[in-house]
């Protein structure tokens, strides 16, 4: 049994937690400075509260950090000056040349680094999620998900190669509607939204709608997929490939950045609307 702790159980998180609970270890959370919400979560899937990093620092021997990936390298930096000297898993959405940067640094200060990513929804069905590993400790991270929903998979040595995957993967899925919903805002400037929809529907009755639901559905996650943009153009300049679609792709998320906190997902118009008015 290990002594890990998640640094940010939100809704990735806290089913990455309770995956390294399920198989048996103890897990802990820092509550210091977080919300209702996420004690809510840290509470119904029995993890052992904390007050500080430091704290959490201390008493842990592995370090799982999940968090949006502007904030993955200030992460890291506390945990340094908090003086921790475990294994240390970075699960971010960030490019391979910042794993990279981060991983120095931490390793500089004796901490063993592994570069992870997680592909697929909030771990809590069979099958459904991925968390790619790689580094030379990538096989201590992935002890800790044996037999649990969470697929655990070390893909080698490299540092970089599991956010490598991770961007690559994403440039398709999160990069893809951002195009479908710049294409949206785009014909509903033009005037010939109906006209693409029937124009869809003739390729498949059901295309429109769906296409419809993907735009409104992301916006509530806009404000995290942003980030993760400019790391997947970090990524494809790192590797020759022209940046520019992903680039454009951060200022369409953006535009949508503010429907975080929405009670309810917006209808199509306030999308369109949203993403004209940020051009403007």
């Given at each position: 049994?290990?002594?890990?702790?998640?640094i940010?159980?939100?809704?990735?998180?806290?089913?990455?937690?309770?995956?390294?609970?399920?198989a048996g270890?103890?897990v802990?959370?820092?509550?210091?400075g977080r919300s209702?919400?996420?004690?809510?979560r840290?509470?119904a899937?029995?993890?052992?509260?904390v007050?500080?990093?430091?704290?959490?620092?201390?008493?842990?021997?592995?370090?799982l950090?999940?968090c949006?990936?502007?904030?993955?390298?200030?992460?890291?930096?506390?945990?340094?000056?908090a003086?921790?000297?475990?294994?240390?898993?970075?699960?971010?959405?960030?490019?391979p040349?910042?794993?990279?940067?981060?991983g120095?640094?931490?390793t500089?200060?004796g901490?063993?680094f592994?570069?992870?990513?997680?592909?697929?929804?909030?771990?809590?069905?069979?099958?459904s999620?991925?968390?790619?590993?790689?580094?030379?400790?990538?096989?201590?991270?992935?002890?800790?998900?044996?037999g649990?929903?969470?697929?655990?998979?070390?893909i080698?040595?490299?540092i970089?190669?599991?956010?490598?995957?991770?961007?690559?993967?994403a440039a398709?899925t999160k990069?893809?509607?951002a195009?479908?919903?710049?294409?949206q805002?785009?014909?509903?400037?033009?005037?010939?939204?109906?006209?693409?929809d029937?124009?869809?529907?003739?390729?498949?009755?059901?295309?429109a709608?769906?296409?419809?639901?993907?735009v409104?559905?992301?916006?509530?996650?806009?404000?995290?997929?942003?980030?993760e943009?400019q790391?997947?153009?970090?990524?494809?300049?790192?590797?020759g490939?022209?940046p520019?679609?992903f680039e454009?792709?951060?200022?369409?998320?953006?535009?949508?950045?503010?429907?975080?906190?929405?009670?309810?997902?917006?209808?199509l118009?306030?999308?369109?609307?949203?993403?004209k008015?940020?051009?403007?």
């Amino acid at each position: 049994m290990s002594k890990a702790g998640i640094i940010n159980p939100g809704a990735m998180g806290i089913s990455i937690a309770a995956s390294a609970r399920a198989a048996g270890h103890e897990v802990y959370w820092a509550s210091a400075g977080r919300s209702a919400d996420t004690r809510q979560r840290a509470e119904a899937h029995s993890l052992l509260e904390v007050e500080s990093l430091t704290e959490l620092c201390a008493i842990c021997e592995l370090l799982l950090c999940v968090c949006p990936p502007h904030a993955a390298a200030t992460v890291a930096d506390a945990v340094i000056k908090a003086g921790f000297s475990g294994c240390y898993c970075d699960g971010n959405a960030i490019a391979p040349g910042q794993a990279l940067q981060i991983g120095e640094r931490l390793t500089a200060a004796g901490i063993d680094f592994v570069d992870g990513s997680i592909i697929g929804p909030p771990a809590w069905k069979e099958g459904s999620t991925r968390f790619y590993l790689s580094g030379p400790s990538a096989g201590q991270i992935a002890d800790l998900f044996a037999g649990t929903v969470t697929e655990a998979i070390a893909i080698g040595g490299e540092i970089g190669k599991a956010s490598a995957l991770k961007m690559v993967f994403a440039a398709q899925t999160k990069g893809f509607t951002a195009l479908l919903s710049a294409i949206q805002g785009a014909a509903e400037a033009l005037g010939v939204r109906d006209d693409l929809d029937r124009e869809w529907a003739r390729r498949d009755p059901d295309v429109a709608k769906q296409r419809v639901n993907q735009v409104r559905g992301v916006t509530g996650k806009a404000w995290r997929f942003a980030g993760e943009m400019q790391e997947i153009a970090a990524t494809f300049e790192s590797a020759g490939m022209p940046p520019g679609f992903f680039e454009a792709a951060h200022d369409v998320y953006q535009r949508l950045a503010h429907f975080k906190d929405a009670d309810e997902t917006p209808e199509l118009e306030e999308v369109l609307a949203a993403l004209k008015a940020g051009g403007n």
